[in-house]
């Protein structure tokens, strides 16, 4: 079944001890779209985005994928995962994501790293999940890396091949939490535009970047988020060209 909003989301809040990091969050992502969350650091994206699949548990308010429920304050004003840990698995399943320090397994191989969610979770053969897994690594363009450790890497390689082990599964949508912060300035091109061409593909992307200028490129929308709040989203040509908040004008000026 189709759903117009994949994630919905409303007065989501997260603490860490005193540190209020979120501070009541309202959107909806719509499916097929792709998202670039942008703002100064310290405001709040990456928590935002781990929030969605529930790698980091929220204080407060509610979250909605696919129709289904996730999360919720209950009666009681306590959070509460409203879903079993494996009806979550199965959730998670459908949401790739990529971190900024790749997070790959340095003891297993390139194709192997790749081809493990597919063996374990959709119980295909270990001659599916390696085919698979070099049809992703050959659109990426690392499937000369196939059989060699993440160790033998530069950072732009691995986090292609992150990006391979995020659409191993049948994904509704890919989370890019700061996919380049680690990488050295000529890498970022080269994943900036792995990420592009998987726009022509319909997934759900929700992109946390400081790249200003990719944000304008492959977005549909763009949200801009300070102080744990969404301040201000539009169109990538509204927000870049006639941002309305005073604190957007600043964040644009001292980035462009």
Do not use: W
């Amino acid at each position: 079944m189709p759903y117009d909003n994949l994630f919905s989301v409303d007065n989501l809040h997260k603490d860490f001890g005193q540190l209020q990091v979120l501070k009541g969050i309202n959107y909806e992502f719509k499916q097929g779209k792709v998202y670039a969350i942008i703002g100064p650091s310290g405001s709040g994206k990456s928590t935002f985005l781990r929030c969605l699949n529930l790698l980091e548990t929220p204080t407060a308010g509610t979250i909605t994928y696919m129709g289904q429920s996730l999360f919720s304050t209950n009666e009681k004003g306590r959070p509460a995962v409203l879903i079993s840990e494996k009806q979550l698995d199965e959730a998670r399943q459908s949401i790739g994501m990529v971190f900024q320090n790749f997070n790959l397994f340095n003891n297993k191989t390139i194709i192997d790293n790749v081809a493990m969610a597919p063996m374990h979770l959709e119980h295909k053969s270990e001659k599916e999940a390696d085919d698979l897994a070099l049809a992703l690594l050959k659109r990426v363009g690392v499937a000369d890396k196939a059989n060699e450790y993440p160790i033998k890497l530069s950072g732009g390689q691995k986090q292609r091949v992150a990006i391979a082990r995020a659409l191993a599964l049948d994904q509704k949508v890919i989370l890019f939490d700061e996919p380049t912060s680690a990488l050295d300035p000529e890498m970022v091109k080269e994943v900036l535009e792995v990420i592009k061409s998987l726009v022509e593909t319909g997934i759900t992307m929700i992109i946390v970047t400081h790249e200003m200028k990719f944000a304008r490129e492959v977005s549909d929308e763009v949200i801009f988020m300070d102080d744990g709040m969404i301040v201000e989203s539009n169109t990538p040509d509204e927000l870049f060209d006639h941002p309305c908040n005073e604190r957007t004008i600043r964040f644009l000026k001292a980035m462009l």
